[in-house]
Structure formats: structure tokens, C-alpha cells
């Protein structure tokens, strides 16, 4: 059965960093489209960043702050976020299984992490 499990989340000051780790079982990461989400209560999930085999792409809010990376050998995707600010307070989310369209749409993908809080203080 595959299975999402993200970690890492936690509280930050403003312009720190945190590293996000989703590891996946029952499927092969380096030939998944994987993604990350975030959410804040009452809004919609958000695209943050995607990656595929080696390309990229980023939300215009995080783009040049965050990293969005596989390690094949361990079968975990990262999210490395930096220059932190309150504005990126939320739950974040791995995400596989794309069905194909805008890779930055929650709805295109199909198997989900349980999610990990992160939490920004000014």
C-alpha cells in the first residue's frame, strides 16, 4: 500500500529555515511528479512547488526561498524552506500519484500525507 509520511514541521522565527522530509513507501519517487501544499485553516490548499524527474517549479510566494528536492536512494522527498516569514505558516503537505494537468492543483494528484505544521512567529 503506498504511503506518504512528512516530518520536520515546527516553529521558526522570522528568517529562519526549516526542512520538510516526506517519505514514501509503495512507490518509486524518482519516477513520481511529487509535490508540495500547504493550507491554513479556511483556505484552500495551495501549490508551493513540484518536481519530476529533475525539473522544477515554484509558487511566485516561494520561489527563491524554498527547494524542492528526491533523494532516490532514500525514497524521501524535501522541502528546504528559508528566509522564513509568518505568511508561510501552515499545514504542509506531500503529495504523488499525479494524474497529469497543472501539477500545482491539489486535485491532480491522488495519494496524500497526513501533513506536518509549520509555524512562523514574527
Known amino acids: 500500500q503506498a504511503q506518504l509520511v512528512e516530518s520536520g514541521g515546527g516553529s521558526e522565527q522570522a528568517g529562519g529555515s526549516l526542512r520538510l522530509s516526506c517519505a514514501a513507501s509503495g512507490i518509486t519517487i524518482s519516477r513520481e511528479v511529487m509535490a508540495w501544499f500547504r493550507q491554513e485553516p479556511g483556505k484552500e490548499r ?67 500525507g497526513q501533513g506536518t505544521q509549520v509555524t512562523v512567529s514574527a
Open 46 to 112: 495551495e501549490g508551493v512547488a513540484r518536481i519530476g524527474e529533475r525539473d522544477t517549479y515554484y509558487a511566485d510566494s516561494v520561489r527563491g526561498r524554498f527547494t524542492i528536492s528526491k533523494d532516490n536512494a532514500e525514497n524521501t522527498l524535501y522541502l528546504q524552506m528559508s528566509s522564513l516569514t509568518p505568511e508561510d505558516t501552515a499545514m504542509y503537505y506531500c503529495a504523488a500519484d499525479f494524474v497529469g494537468g497543472d501539477s500545482l492543483t491539489s486535485r491532480k494528484y491522488k495519494l496524500w
